[in-house]
Every structure is written in structure tokens, then in C-alpha cells.
């Protein structure tokens, strides 16, 4: 089998087993997707590759919920300072000089995988959000723009607003739409989409649909709490890989 054929198969399996991740606990595709692309291809272009399928998956879970439009007003400044934090960010991916992009990626997966490990449990005061949502937007889009992956510190703090199961799931989804295509728009900025990379990015969203559509069926079968405990491993093992690769 020719390395470009197997390349392929990496891709979409990759995207399966993201989607598949992201449809039992609303989350999870670009994180899962980053940190297995980057084993095998840069940061820049494993960022790429998961504009179309985040989009799609991002949007479709947004969809999905209740009115949006009161999250909207609630969130805006976060929202507004993830677009300003990743276009201030353009290029850092494609600057990936001595794998720093990939040892930046480690770390936030490493983070991340912590504080769910760790079972944090924040609280944001209403008072707060008005001048707390705007620097976390812009540190999630700084994040962004280094590493491909929009969750931290965007997921802790919306977890600690207090929304209603429904309403943090389709917040997640807000949020992530917002960063992908902030994302998109630092990627094109900073010169890295191009048209065989964008193609590709759109061939990745069957695999990353069928994942998330079997994710979606498997909720109901497996228990959350120990899929959860398996995720947060796994993330905090290949952050660790990533962190430590460019200096073996």
C-alpha cells in the first residue's frame, strides 16, 4: 500500500474516532484530531484539514439546541475576543520553527487533560462575565492560533457559568463555530490554506459525520463517567508524546 493511500486512511480514521468522540460527550473533534494529525504532519496543515469538519459538526450542535440568540447576547465578549485574540495570532501555526507548534499543542492537551482528571469545579459570578468573557475569548483565540485547538481556557469557563446541560452544549458549539472560523480566517492569513489542503479538509467530513452519528447511538450504551475518565487519559498520553518529541 503506497504512503499516500495509508495517509488517507489515517485521515479518516482519525475523523471517525474524533466525531465518534465529540458525539457521546459534545466535544472533543478538534482536540482529538490536532493531536493525532500533528504525529503525523504539521500543525499548520492538520489545522486545515479540520476547518470543514469543525464547521459542519460545530454548527450542527449549535443548530441543535434551544434559541441561541439569548447565549449570543450573553457571550459576545467572548466571542468577540476569540476573533480578536486568533487573527492577532495569524501565522503562528506556520511558523512552526524547531516543532514549537507541536510542543505548544502538547501542553494545552496536557491542560486540558488535567482539569478534567482533576474534576475542577469553577464558579463564575453573573456580575463577572461582562469583563471576565472578553480576556478568556482572547486567551482561547492566542491558543488557538498557536496550537489548532479552541479549548482552553474557553471550555472551563463556560462550564462554570452555570448554563443548563442544553444550554452548555450549545454554548460549546457557539464558541467552537466562532473559533473555527477565526481560525479558518488566521490560517488564510497567514498563508497556509491551500486549495489540496482545503480539498482534503472537505473529504475529512463524511468520516468526521459517521463518527459523530455512532457517538450520538453509543451515549445511550456506555457509561459517560468512564468514557470521559478514558478520554482525558488518552489526551493527557499523546500531549505528553507531542510535548516531548522534538526533543528526542
Known sequence: MESAELATIFVALTFTLAGLVKGVI???????????????????????????????????????????RALIRRLWPML?????????????????????????????????ALLGLAKVRLAVPRRWERWLGAPIGLATGLVAAATGVFVIPAVPYLSALGLEKDELVQA????????????GGSLFVGGTVQGGVAGSSLLALAPALIGMV???????????????????????????????????
Open 172 to 183: 460549546l458549539g457557539l464558541s467552537f463555530t466562532v473559533s473555527t472560523v477565526a481560525l
Open 26 to 68: 459534545g466535544m472533543g473533534l478538534p482536540t482529538i484530531a490536532m493531536g493525532l494529525l500533528a504525529e503525523a504532519m504539521a500543525p499548520a496543515e492538520a489545522a486545515t484539514l479540520l476547518l470543514v469538519p469543525s464547521f459542519v459538526t460545530n454548527l450542527w450542535q449549535l443548530a441543535a439546541g434551544p434559541d441561541c
Open 214 to 248: 455512532l457517538g450520538q447511538r453509543l451515549r445511550a450504551l456506555v457509561d459517560a463517567t468512564n468514557f470521559r475518565l478514558c478520554f482525558f487519559l488518552g489526551l493527557l498520553a499523546l500531549g505528553a508524546d507531542l510535548l516531548a518529541r522534538p526533543l528526542m
Open 80 to 112: 468577540f475576543g476569540i476573533g480578536i485574540g486568533t487573527l492577532a495570532g495569524s501565522g503562528l501555526l506556520a511558523e512552526d520553527q524547531g516543532g514549537r507548534a507541536a510542543m505548544a499543542l502538547g501542553g494545552a492537551l496536557i491542560l486540558y
